[in-house]
């Protein structure tokens, strides 16, 4: 996932955490750090330029709260 992202690899953590943590504090409890790199992989294909995965995290959290 790193190489996908401009963030490094404790900073991608870091993101993958703060984004379960706040899943949870809004109630959405069926996931884990693994599922949240899972779905994140998912919304940052690879073979592209490097994105931002925090804002695609947020991004992803953001619908999963409102569903």
Do not use: I
């Amino acid at each position: 996932m790193a190489p996908r992202c401009t963030e490094d690899r404790p900073r991608l953590a870091a993101v993958v955490g703060s984004t379960l943590e706040g899943l949870k504090k809004n109630g959405v409890d069926d996931e884990d750090g693994f599922s949240v790199l899972q779905h994140l992989e998912q919304s940052v294909p690879a073979g592209n330029a490097r994105v931002n995965c925090a804002s695609a995290a947020a991004t992803y959290s953001t619908q999963r709260e409102g569903s």
